[in-house]
């Protein structure tokens, strides 16, 4: 079950190198949505606060 392939690699080594880029994928995917989910956050301060000193002046 252990036993190397003739290119020197491990059963698990397949597994391992799936799991790896499926991990980078989601990284990658989570950080560009959080990327939007902060701009669109600032973006919504943004206006509340020129709404808030258009009131106040």
Known sequence: M?????FGWCFWDLPSL????AMVVVFVVHR????KRQK?????LAD???GDTL???
């Open 2 to 6: 252990f036993a190397h392939t003739s």
């Open 18 to 21: 799936i799991v790896l880029i």
């Open 32 to 35: 560009f949505q959080q990327h």
């Open 40 to 44: 669109n956050f600032e973006d919504e």
């Open 48 to 50: 509340r606060m020129a």
């Open 55 to 57: 009131r106040r002046g």
